[in-house]
């Protein structure tokens, strides 16, 4: 089959990379000059970074088994983190069960509770019993105000704003679950691919190319073409005018609100679903700076009068002298359009934050400061709401040959790569089963995974 796969970021990549596994023809287009999306990295200090931070954890294993069949399982290194928790005007650390029993902003028994209730959920399998749940109403009833109003309430409103209330509970499961799969001795480790995410995405486009897929980037797709209610082909545009593309079948892996624009002509009740997911914005203000603001890696910021929900040190998780002997730190925020912060350049939003740093750091100044990076992602983040199973749409679209596949049909898995690697083999094994086409037993799960919910709806089972 010629099958033309649209978006560049690692769902497209991988779902290309599977194809050609197959046997397939691919040709894949992104719009942006680079691929990557959200894992695409720049330059600093004769190293690379990412423009949104990313780790792996080490049930990563979707993500762990495109590395090692890239020839890259040499390159990824795993680390010990430092986690912390900025409330009441100071860091506590947050890494080990010591940590919790010392955490003072809570009493001695909601820290007893506050960490068998996280052991609980990291345990915990049957989420589908919690998918009408709202997430705050859970943690308001079975951890208490106090936790609610000081550990997890703050994180959940920091993430989602105003729509906290509508959050599931299985989102916020997810969470917990997955940090307690990473963790070896009651410490979390994480991993890391030596030079960047960006050697991965490297790797995966000279496999690609080498197999003989097509890679157009950057490129311009006005449409998808369907005629008799069949996905014939792309639309392109360019400079000589539009010109149309035939194709057997498409992929698109954009987001929700995108999909309707390439497909306007989609029933109804598709587009419904499409249009009810609504997503907050990725703000990641990169510094880069001659000094540390802190000791730790992952700050998780609880007290919700700072306008970012997290201040990432990149530098103490990978050795300054990975960039120039440079300190990183990512401050991350998730946010509505219609948020006053929105629309704020980077030097705009570090004024807005700056009073904030000397909290985290009373000797704080702006002249540690050597560079700015503002990076935004309009899909940042899926806001998942209760009875969200309900609300996925199907990646077999309403037109013949036409399938989607993106980040709002993880769940209950949250974005992330390793998840974007597994979804794409999802819909690879879809694609060739509605082909009439056999799927290597390799490629099927032993057992349904929990985050390939949908593979019996879909008429996929192992």
Request: with cysteine; charged share 25%.
């Amino acid at each position: 089959m010629k099958i033309a796969v649209i978006g560049g970021g690692v769902l497209g990549m991988a779902a290309a990379y599977e194809l050609l596994k197959q046997g397939q023809q691919v040709a894949l287009y992104e719009r942006a000059p680079v691929l990557g999306g959200q894992v695409r990295t720049f330059d600093v200090g004769g190293g690379r970074l990412e423009c949104f931070y990313h780790h792996l954890f080490t049930s990563d294993v979707d993500m762990i088994d495109l590395i090692h069949d890239l020839g890259l399982s040499d390159n990824l290194t795993w680390i010990p983190s430092r986690m912390g928790f900025f409330h009441g005007g100071r860091i506590h650390n947050f890494v080990t069960p010591m940590d919790l029993l010392r955490f003072s902003p809570i009493s001695i028994v909601d820290r007893v509770r506050l960490g068998l209730l996280a052991l609980y959920l990291g345990r915990f399998s049957n989420w589908e019993k919690l998918e009408g749940v709202p997430a705050q109403e859970w943690i308001t009833r079975y951890a208490g105000k106090r936790i609610s109003d000081v550990v997890w309430g703050p994180l959940l409103r920091g993430k989602f704003g105003d729509a906290a209330r509508e959050v599931g509970m299985v989102w916020f499961w997810g969470k917990v679950f997955l940090r307690f799969s990473s963790r070896k001795g009651g410490r979390e480790t994480l991993g890391y691919p030596k030079g960047s995410f960006g050697t991965i995405i490297e790797a995966l486009e000279r496999r690609i190319r080498d197999m003989g897929g097509e890679v157009h980037a950057p490129a311009q797709i006005n449409r998808i073409v369907v005629e008799d209610g069949r996905a014939v082909g792309l639309e392109l545009g360019g400079e000589g005018g539009p010109t149309v593309r035939r194709f057997d079948r498409v992929l698109a892996t954009v987001p929700s609100y995108v999909f309707p624009r390439l497909a306007p002509e989609l029933p109804a009740a598709y587009l419904e679903k499409l249009q009810r997911v609504r997503y907050h914005t990725a703000f990641c203000l990169i510094l880069v700076m001659k000094r540390p603001l802190s000791h730790i890696y992952w700050l998780n910021v609880a007290d919700r009068t700072i306008p970012f929900v997290a201040a990432i040190e990149q530098t103490n998780f990978m050795p300054p002298e990975q960039y120039g002997g440079k300190h990183i730190v990512y401050l991350s925020n998730y946010l509505p359009k219609t948020h006053p912060l929105y629309a704020k350049n980077a030097d705009e939003m570090f004024q807005e934050f700056l009073p904030h740093l000397r909290r985290i750091n009373s000797q704080f100044d702006p002249s540690w400061v050597e560079e700015m990076h503002l990076f935004k992602d309009e899909a940042g983040q899926p806001i998942i709401t209760t009875n969200y199973l309900k609300q996925i749409p199907e990646h077999r679209t309403p037109f013949r040959d036409l399938w989607l596949a993106n980040t709002t049909q993880v769940y209950p898995e949250d974005r992330g790569t390793n998840y974007s690697v597994r979804l794409a083999r999802k819909v690879v094994i879809l694609m060739l089963r509605d082909a009439g086409l056999d799927v290597p037993a390799k490629m099927l799960p032993g057992r349904v995974p929990r985050s390939l919910v949908g593979l019996e709806r879909e008429g996929l089972t192992p």
